[in-house]
């Protein structure tokens, strides 16, 4: 009641002090109410009880008993297995016990399939008991008195729409006796346990033998038993390990008489499966679902037969060799600098280019090997960053870090800073760009090297051609390989400036240094600004319009402290005033970027994605592999556009080939359902489905026929009005 109380205060409080005259003062009483609000919460923090219970009301000292930790959840809620599937997390139990006293790990129940699309996780709902065999020491000598003390640390995850943590520290005290004696209070309890415990299957080998077949994209389980199986058998596996499968995807088995096949999907990132545990569940018309525990120390690494017919497709990376990755990574580098998303950088390298044509004839080398440099450490940071992420569970492809709404916030307020310095508005920080009139002399490397770094960010929105099958061979093969392509990529977009500088008789061809270079530099300034408009677009997509709005106002905070800094703190001012200017610009950047970080770092409302979208006459589906799957089996064709906002390349397709009259005149005579698969924000779903095509990033258009069983078409990751119609008249009739 204190803390509804304080809240009502707060917020009454935050609404008699508007903006922006008594903003501080609002700020803090929001802030107050939003920590009665938690306060509040901390009462039922996670809607989840514990506690410590034993199936003996009194232990008779040397004899072995069963303690466990007792969940009840509230309605709707659930906490997690040792493996909780796509999210979650497993519910800890540290035991604190007599001196030598020790305890087996915990007997986990057979879990739960907790559905909530895309993802699935495994766990419990209602009530669980977690127990376990406490084991006296061997070498008995009582000094414990007339009772043992017993505790436990708990802590758990508890999850309906939202998840809250939960912990608990329990303790328990069981008396010493004679002859141990069961507690009847908790037996139903530890009865229902051991009634959920998976049987191990070594104790069924005369009944059931199965065998384990793996490779790198898929996992089988064959179970044969001595008798056919009915058609309404149903199984399901739970596996320990949380990388063994992909917990979401659908687990299909088929059944040949006195044999069952299960086919498992794993994750595109996953290690070499060498030994494979968990529960598999087979349901027949027994009353009671029949448990088997699968406990494998080896498996066959058999080639299986893959699932789908993608694999065999010429553009999947997965069927490239090595050389010709490296080919493509390189040609994908070279054309990655004609992308949209590049030029407006790469325009300043050229600019500087015009300087050192003027200038600095025999250094130019240095400044192209710098530039070189800066873009392959940035791709060795970013394959870095993917694969490592990728090795911890995250399911992310490249561009990644574009699909992160602090990320698209700060760099634009990184390319706001270099489009006011290219205006004139303050000078500090030009030779970053290797621009200034004195970067040349000075031999601006690290200018170059920033550039080439900057270059290689903004790159990260597009995929040129050739690029994308490089990098789903990249994703599929080791660490060393990958950052091979990777480096290649980067030598392939680095190479005409490499070559341009590395030849000084080619810098004859450069435009001379004069006076139209101020309004040309100038010019660049609009276009970095239409980046940070681009880039205010895509986080509108991601957050939602308030959001840009805001960021928008931050962006004109961090302005107004470079025209502050530009104004007052150049060399003309006398020391002090320039030490203030320099403090007033640091704290209006600081606030503006913080602001802006904040309003990214909260849930916005993106646009567009859950409901169809009506485009120029055409309705697009959003994608899901079980609609994609469903329109397949009833024979009608499908084209899906995997896209992202930030992708300057799929916005270019989109406009002028897609969008066009003739294309989208073809797609409706061909009576194609159209899919898109919005990939602005992270999608494991849609990543999962890029990896099936050997792809790690957007563009992808896949088109599919009449035949379920055929294989799609996969198109360029450019597209012409004549690509896509081409395609469309190629697909099988019905």
């Known amino acids: 009641m204190v803390d509804n109380e304080l809240g009502v205060l707060c917020l009454t409080t935050a609404t008699l002090f508007p903006l922006p005259m008594n903003w501080l003062i609002r700020n803090i009483a929001l802030s107050l109410f939003l920590c009665a609000l938690s306060l509040a919460q901390a009462a039922d923090p996670s809607h989840t009880s514990a506690g410590l219970v034993a199936d003996k009301a009194a232990v008779a000292p040397g004899e072995s008993f069963e303690l466990g930790v007792l969940l009840t959840m509230e309605p709707g809620w659930h906490t997690y297995w040792k493996n909780p599937g796509d999210s979650g997390l497993a519910t800890k139990i540290q035991w604190q016990l007599p001196p030598d006293f020790t305890a087996d790990p915990i007997q986990w129940p057979t879990p739960h399939l907790i559905n909530t699309p895309p993802l699935v996780s495994y766990g419990y709902e209602g009530q669980v008991l977690l127990k376990t065999v406490i084991h006296w020491p061997t070498d008995l000598k009582l000094k414990l008195g007339n009772k043992l003390e017993i505790g436990a640390k708990v802590t758990w995850l508890s999850c309906q729409e939202s998840c809250i943590p939960g912990k608990a520290e329990l303790k328990l005290v069981i008396p010493l006796g ?11 309890a530890f009865e229902k346990a051991r009634s959920e415990l ?29 008798q056919p199986w009915p058609a309404q058998a149903k199984v399901y596996f739970f596996p320990d390990q949380t990388e063994a499968i992909e917990s979401a995807a659908p687990q299909k088995f088929t059944i040949n008489g006195n044999s069952l096949t299960l086919a498992l999907t794993r994750p595109a990132s996953a290690p070499e499966l060498k030994n494979v545990s968990g529960i598999l569940t087979v349901r027949t018309e027994e009353p ?27 553009s999947a990376g997965g069927n490239l060799s090595l050389i010709a990755a490296l080919v493509f990574a390189f040609v994908g580098g070279i054309i990655l600098n004609l992308m949209p998303c590049v030029l407006p ?96 002399q000075r031999g601006g490397l690290w200018g170059s090297f920033g550039m080439g770094a900057l270059a290689t960010v903004a790159a990260t929105p597009c995929t040129a051609p050739f690029m994308g099958a490089a990098l789903g061979f ?91 800094y530009g104004r007052w703190g150049n060399p003309s001012r006398p020391a002090f005033v320039q030490l203030l200017a320099a403090a007033f610009a640091l704290i209006f950047l600081a606030v503006g970027t913080g602001w802006g970080l904040r309003i990214a770092s909260l849930p916005g409302q993106p646009a567009g994605a859950a409901a169809a979208i009506a485009e120029d ?23 899906v556009d995997f896209t992202a906002a ?89």
Not at 201 to 220: D, L, V
Not at 414 to 436: H, K, R
Not at 672 to 692: C, F, H, Q, S, Y
């Open 178 to 188: 004679i002859t141990s004696k069961p507690n009847p209070t908790t037996a139903s």
């Open 198 to 226: 998976p049987t191990d299957i070594s104790e069924k080998t005369e009944n059931y033998q199965i065998q384990a077949r793996a490779n790198a994209k898929t996992f089988q389980l064959q179970i044969t038993g001595k």
């Open 288 to 314: 009671e679902p029949f448990d088997v525990k699968l406990q494998l120390s080896t498996t066959v690494q058999a080639a299986i037969a893959p699932t789908s017919p993608l694999s065999n497709s010429a």
């Open 345 to 440: 950088v790469l325009s300043l390298k050229v600019f500087g280019f015009v300087k050192q044509a003027g200038e600095d004839h025999g250094g130019a080398w240095k400044h192209g090997v710098a530039f070189t440099v800066g873009v392959v450490i940035s791709f060795w940071i970013l394959a870095g960053l993917l694969l490592a992420l990728r090795g911890a569970g995250a399911e992310l492809g490249w561009g990644f870090q574009m699909q992160s709404p602090p990320f698209v916030a700060g760099l634009s307020v990184l390319f706001l800073l270099f489009a006011l310095n290219l205006f004139g508005v303050f000078e500090l920080g030009a030779s970053l760009v290797g621009i200034d009139s004195t970067s040349a």
């Open 474 to 564: 990249a994703a599929a093969a080791s660490t060393a390989t990958a950052l091979l392509v990777f480096t290649t990529l980067g030598l392939g977009m680095a190479s005409p400036y490499l070559v341009l500088s590395a030849c000084p008789a080619l810098l004859q061809f450069v435009p001379r240094p004069g006076a139209w270079m101020e309004s040309f530099k100038q010019f660049l300034g609009f276009l970095l600004l239409g980046t940070v408009i681009f880039l205010l677009w895509v986080f509108g997509r991601q957050q939602g319009v308030d959001a840009v709005v805001s960021l928008t106002a931050a962006l004109l905070i961090v302005g107004f402290g470079a025209w502050i």
């Open 617 to 639: 006459g055409l309705t697009w589906e959003p994608y899901s592999a079980q609609r994609l799957d469903a329109l397949r089996a009833e024979g009608k064709p499908v084209f």
């Open 646 to 734: 930030w992708c300057l390349s799929c916005k270019f397709n989109e406009t002028m080939t897609l969008n066009s009259k003739s294309v989208r005149e073809k797609f409706k005579s061909s009576d194609v359902v159209l899919m898109k698969g919005d990939w602005t924000r992270n999608d494991p779903e849609i990543t999962r489905a890029l990896a099936e095509f050997g792809r790690n990033g957007v563009p992808l258009y896949v088109l599919y026929g009449r035949d379920p069983v055929a294989v799609p078409q996969i198109l360029p990751e450019v597209l012409t009005p004549g690509i896509v119609i081409g395609a469309l008249e190629r697909l099988s009739k019905p």
